[in-house]
């Protein structure tokens, strides 16, 4: 008993300290994108509003990277600490794919991320550019890698088990490119993508209804939009295609999602709400569309699905979670493409600067890619269970030889701490936020100090044309 | 067919090397934050490190995810063994790299970061030298796990040890500052290092002398042919090593201090490296008992040997970006 009591400590600490860190990265990676995007503008252009907005975004991404590097840290020894049994059998095989981001990704980032925040005035502007280019894709790099790794644990694939137990290598292109690695890739990477976006906009709604001539504001409120209208529905299909490649693969995990504890031989329902009742095996209270579900899996209203009576109750994953979990990331990714879609209408009516209810809505908006980003993150990794790597290597057998008290002790510290440096960091994200990128220029009345340490601020002025 | 194994260890042995120099002069000068003055002082310190340490802190994700790629079965023995060192850290990490940022972002309380990056690189260097005696005192394995206590680690060998790190930490921070500083933080740093430096050398011939009366296998390697030849010369270069050093402090040789100083902890690193090889846990596993199949290893190589000339010219570059002495005027407005 107390040997289970440790492997769900052991869960509950992975849980909670990945989905602090997903956040960082969910967000840094589509703030690289943006800062390359508006850094070449502001060199295409010349137009300060863009130099503006790169700096103010700028210093927002070092804070937000900080948090990010700090709280990777923590993952990378935590496979060792607390699930060590897995780090050994699986080493051989996730070990290089980690190795890999860490030398493809990590370095480049840090590398290229001084130069970044403190280089302007030392380096050329197009050396410059270069650093933030390199950043933005050493995101992209890091998590091409980490879903590689992710994926093969969901969908392993080219590897054999040695006499030792453990898994090893037989096929590295089988391993890296596992069938699941791809479409997961895409809707993370899309996810990082709005995620950023709603943020941008939120900030940029949030200057609009103070001011709403503000050109800051305004670009950033268009650009925001674009994202929206045009990435929201891709992500509907992405997401969608991941979802039948899921099916393919991890039935059980489709079953969870749906709410389907029985087997529908002629079709099945779309469950729209219910409560998944585990111990009876059944979805209570529930609103479903005949024939729905049957139609979005497999195209055909009376195709036969297939539920959770077909697998044994202790390798199901548990049903409320993953059924919950799911619905939230759908709500939200419905409620985004409605915002772009009604955000394209306002630009066509020369509303889109003006409505101040869309623009108050954008603002509630903001958070939600976070939501949505962790929703999904639940609905796939606690629709893994009870594995740790699909189908091969069960959770309970994964824990590391470390007793309950220790892992509660640690789970604890990781909690206040995490509830404290980053509850502040946030904060301070906030705070930067609602300043605004018009307000710290004009409050220092000097150019903005990149980051604000840097020993490289004094920045020609004429190599930074003021607006 | 190559020794992949060894290969890995000594990439492996050359990344944490390269840490351990890296990290180590931002870390020291986290050690040394409280002898440093009020503001200006205190800001030039940290402008000097803003925007290499996060590259430096990247070489510790390599040497642990490093380890689990080329030595899955030391890191699965290693990291359970060594459970509370090892989350300490890295919650300790945690305090001090916030700092870097936070410190700047909220001026009413940039004492209380002051403190987190003090404490938290303080912290963080005693439990890496926690971890490191540790290591060097032995791990009990069973079969493929760590068949040990939870307080195996904690002894006096180990306290020692994380005195002796923070001591050398400190010296290759203050020798930093005296090579990217001029004037009051200059000699401030002289000070600092000079102290550190007594504090360092005292600890090398402590750690000499503990660890072969406490692990007779070190003596014996250490005093066996061939590893002799390499071990005679050392006493003899780590005292010219020593004097090089204290010319460097007492004559005031701006550029001296730090390059002398990552001599000495390149002979301290070597000296252990003979005595823990062929082992990668000490005592208990070898090398090539750790070591994932030649299949992962060569996979992993093909990138490193591409990649890690690459990252070490940009690092390199990032480096003679920011080259020089700091322009205080540029530190703060």
Redesign the interface.
């Known amino acids: 008993m107390e040997f289970l009591d440790a492997v769900i400590l052991a869960r509950i600490q992975f849980a909670f300290t990945v989905a602090f860190h997903i956040i960082f990265p969910a967000f840094s990676i589509g703030l690289a994108s943006f800062l390359l995007v508006l850094e070449v503008q502001w060199l295409r252009t010349g137009k300060a509003v863009y130099l503006n907005l790169f700096k103010f975004w700028m210093k927002i991404f070092?804070?937000a990277?900080?948090?990010g590097?700090?709280?990777?840290?923590?993952m990378?020894?935590q496979?060792?600490?607390n699930w060590?049994?897995f780090?050994?059998?699986?080493?051989?095989?996730?070990?290089?794919l980690?190795?890999?981001?860490?030398?493809?990704a990590?370095?480049?980032e840090?590398?290229?991320?001084?130069?970044m925040?403190?280089?302007m005035g030392?380096?050329s502007k197009s050396l410059h550019l270069v650093a933030t280019a390199m950043v933005a894709f050493g995101t992209l790099m890091s998590a091409t890698w980490i879903l590689s790794v992710n994926s093969w644990m969901q969908t392993p694939a080219g590897f054999s088990i040695?006499e030792?137990g453990?898994f090893?290598?037989?096929d590295?292109l089988a391993i890296v490119f596992n069938p699941s690695f791809p479409y997961r890739l895409v809707h993370m990477v899309l996810a990082a993508y709005l995620t950023t976006a709603f943020v941008v906009g939120a900030v940029g709604a949030y200057h609009l209804l103070k001011n709403r001539t503000n050109p800051e504001a305004r670009k950033m409120f268009s650009m925001a939009m674009w994202m929206a209208v045009i990435v929201a529905p891709i992500q509907v299909v992405a997401g969608d295609f991941h979802g039948l490649n899921t099916l393919e693969h991890q039935p059980a995990k489709v079953m969870a999602m749906e709410g389907h504890y029985q087997s529908y031989p002629d079709g099945a329902p779309l469950y729209l709400f219910g409560i998944p009742d585990e111990k009876n095996q059944e979805l209570d209270y529930a609103i479903g569309i005949p024939k729905l579900s049957s139609l979005i899996l497999h195209h055909d209203l009376n195709h036969p699905v297939e539920g959770l009576d077909t697998v044994p109750d202790e390798l199901q994953p548990p049903v409320p979670i993953v059924f919950w979990s799911f619905r939230i990331m759908i709500a939200i990714g419905m409620l985004m493409v409605l915002v772009g879609a009604v955000g394209l209408y306002l630009r066509c009516r020369r509303k889109l600067y003006e409505n101040r209810t869309f623009q108050r809505a954008a603002i509630i908006m903001g958070p939600s890619g976070f939501v949505a980003v962790l929703a999904g993150w639940i609905t796939t990794e606690v629709g893994r269970q009870p594995y740790t790597v699909y189908g091969e290597l069960l959770t309970v057998d994964s824990i590391?030889?470390?007793?309950a008290p220790?892992v509660a002790a640690?789970l604890i510290?990781?909690i206040i701490?995490y509830f404290t440096?980053f509850g502040?960091?946030t904060w301070?994200l906030l705070?930067?936020m609602k300043q605004g990128p018009k307000h710290a220029e004009t409050q220092?009345g000097?150019p903005i100090?990149t980051?604000?340490?840097?020993?490289?601020?004094?920045i020609k002025p004429d190599a930074f044309p003021a607006e | 067919m190559f020794d992949l194994p060894l290969i890995w260890a000594g990439l492996l042995a050359l990344a944490i090397f390269i840490y351990v120099v890296l990290d180590g002069f931002d870390l020291g000068i986290g050690i040394l934050f409280p002898f440093l003055k009020e503001k200006d002082q205190k800001d030039l310190a940290m402008n000097s490190v803003a925007p290499i340490w996060d590259g430096n802190e990247t070489w510790l994700i390599l040497g642990g995810g490093g380890l689990f790629a080329a030595f899955p079965l030391a890191y699965a023995i290693v990291l359970p063994a060594l459970y509370a060192p090892f989350i300490i850290m890295i919650l300790a990490l945690v305090f001090r790299g916030v700092a870097f940022e936070y410190r700047w972002r909220d001026p009413a309380h940039e004492r209380i970061w002051d403190r987190s990056f003090h404490l938290g690189s303080l912290v963080a260097t005693f439990c890496q030298g926690i971890v490191l005696g540790a290591f060097v005192q032995g791990i009990e394995v069973e079969g493929r796990a760590y068949a040990g206590g939870w307080w195996d680690w904690l002894t006096p060998f180990t306290l020692m040890t994380g005195l002796a790190l923070t001591a050398g930490y400190a010296l290759l921070g203050a020798a930093w500052l005296i090579l990217k500083t001029e004037g009051a933080l200059r000699d401030r740093a002289y000070g600092l290092a000079r102290t550190a430096g007594i504090a360092t050398l005292v600890f090398i011939a402590i750690v000499s002398f503990w660890t072969p009366l406490l692990i007779p296998e070190i003596a014996e390697r250490w005093f066996q042919f061939p590893q002799l030849l390499f071990v005679m010369p050392v006493p003899t270069l780590t005292a010219i090593l020593a004097a090089a050093l204290a010319w460097g402090l007492y004559k005031r040789k701006d550029g001296v201090p730090f390059p002398t100083t990552i001599a000495l902890f390149l002979l301290c690193f070597a000296g252990l490296g003979i005595g823990i090889a062929p082992y990668v846990v000490p005592h208990a596993v070898t090398i090539h008992q750790a070591a994932a199949p030649d299949s992962s290893l060569l996979f992993m190589l093909v990138g490193a040997l591409i990649l890690l000339p690459m990252i070490i010219a940009y690092t390199a570059y990032s480096y003679w970006v920011f080259r020089g002495k700091m322009d205080p005027e540029q530190g703060y407005h």
């Open positions: 070092a804070v990277f900080g948090m590097v700090v709280s990777g840290i923590v990378s020894y496979f060792g600490t060590s049994v780090s050994d059998k699986t080493g051989p095989i996730l070990g290089p980690m190795a890999y981001e860490v030398l493809t990590f370095f480049l840090a590398g290229f991320l001084g130069v925040l403190f280089g030392r380096v040695n030792a453990q090893v290598p037989e590295w590391a030889p470390v007793g220790a640690s510290a990781f701490v440096v502040i960091g301070y705070k930067m220092e000097k100090r980051a604000g340490t840097t020993p490289a601020a004094a």
